[in-house]
């Protein structure tokens, strides 16, 4: 009894991913535009109401570019996507594999499509909500924690915006694409994660490396950002510990994306 309700579970969960996975690639653009409209009033309301008001032109472009920069950051992803890797397109498999854990025999295309492990559905659609999640909680943390400013700021003020604002557009841009890659089953989709998620940890002890030697700190302002850099840095690692194991041996990323199966 126990053993059916874990398999009709199993079953059930199953089939939400695909209703879940199946129309992401048609609403691409509808999710892009309420990424906008919601991303673009919270800029445009920071720019309206910035700590310290803009001297001129370049003051002003301080506080301008890198709000317009985050708001288009996951548009250059998604043109990044369908200029490198288009939907529909199959891609060829790199002549050197990475990952070598597990014994495998190899698949080609007709035979990994026909595979019932085939596609980024199951476990794989938590893993791509939680890339597709990790570009609207950051940012909202952004807007929260650090901010607006001009280049009549502090000189420690400006080092901190632009580094935690930095931050931010990259790493919107490289989620983003790493979204887009595992729902096109493009064959780089675990390295491109492995080496943004790689990216994601340096960059937040580069930038405490960096704000922490600001001139003149208030010990107050280093106390509010250091939970945003901790809170992102743990992200990074959870997800390191939890879906590094998984893309190397789960039967359904290695037919996807790698077009293997268990010997």
């Known amino acids: 009894m126990v053993g059916t309700r874990f398999d009709a579970m199993k079953t059930r969960l199953f089939r939400q991913s695909v209703r879940f996975v199946a129309p992401l690639e048609d609403k691409s653009r509808l ?9 673009a009033a919270a800029c445009l309301l920071r720019i309206a109401f910035p700590v310290t008001p803009a001297a001129g032109i370049v003051d002003a472009l301080i506080l301008y570019v890198p709000h317009m920069l985050i708001l288009t950051s996951p548009f250059l992803a998604y043109w990044a996507a369908n200029a490198l ?13 990475l990952a ?4 495998w025999r ?9 595979h ?18 990790n570009v609207p909680i950051r940012t909202a943390e952004f807007m929260t924690a650090v901010p607006a400013m001009t280049g009549s700021a502090p000189q420690w003020g400006q080092m901190i915006y632009m ?8 790493m919107n841009f490289l989620y983003t694409l790493c979204f887009f890659m595992a729902l096109r089953r493009h064959p780089f989709f675990p390295r491109m994660l492995l080496l943004t998620w790689g990216l994601d940890v340096a960059s937040q002890v580069l930038v405490a490396n960096y704000v922490g030697g ?12 250091a939970p945003l850099l901790d809170s992102n840095l743990k992200k990074a690692a959870i997800s390191i510990a939890i879906w590094l194991p998984y893309l190397l041996l789960s039967e359904r990323v290695n037919v996807t994306y790698r077009w293997r199966q268990s010997a």
């Open 85 to 97: 890797f288009p939907r529909g397109t199959e891609f060829a498999q790199p002549e050197i594999r």
């Open 106 to 114: 190899p698949l080609n295309a007709l035979s990994a499509r026909d």
């Open 116 to 133: 019932p492990a085939f596609g980024p559905v199951g476990i794989m659609a938590s893993l791509l909500i939680g890339m597709l999640l």
């Open 214 to 225: 600001a001139p003149f700190l208030p010990a107050s302002v280093a106390a509010s950002i």
């Open 163 to 170: 580094a935690m604002a930095t931050d931010l557009i990259a």
């Open 31 to 39: 999710l892009l535009l309420g990424w906008t409209i919601v991303v």
């Open 100 to 103: 070598r854990l597990g014994s």
